[in-house]
């Protein structure tokens, strides 16, 4: 069964960085566009950034230029880079699959921008 699985969360000071993995199992990896979403405390899950099999990218205007979204085909991972974090930056973060119309998240993992 489809199985995508969060790591690399935490607390991190304003301006810090974190790398985000995401490992994904129970269906082919490269066939599949992947994506991040996250959910700040009290507010709706939001779409962070999309990586299509072709390799393009998009990413939300609140982080155009901070985030980075990359995927290894041959690990079943996707990553999310972030840099310059904030405090709004502050969600549990999900990586996602749709198959078949049918949306697959994973468990989450908290990332708390704070000083």
């Known amino acids: 069964q489809v199985q995508l699985v969060e790591s690399g969360g935490g607390l991190v000071q304003p301006g810090g960085s974190l790398r985000l993995s995401c490992a994904a199992s129970?269906?082919?990896?490269?066939?599949?566009?992947m994506s991040w979403y996250r959910q700040p405390p009290a507010k709706e899950r939001e779409w962070v950034a999309g990586?299509?099999?072709?390799?393009?990218?998009n990413y939300a205007d609140s982080v155009k230029g901070r985030f980075t979204i990359s995927r290894d085909n041959a690990k079943n991972m996707v990553y999310l880079q972030m840099n310059s974090l904030r405090p709004e930056d502050t969600a549990v973060y999900y990586c996602k699959i749709l198959r078949s119309g049918v949306p697959y998240w994973g468990q989450g993992t908290q990332v708390t921008v704070s000083s």
């Open positions: 990586i299509r099999t072709a390799g393009s990218i």
């Open positions: 129970g269906f082919t990896f490269s066939r599949n566009a």
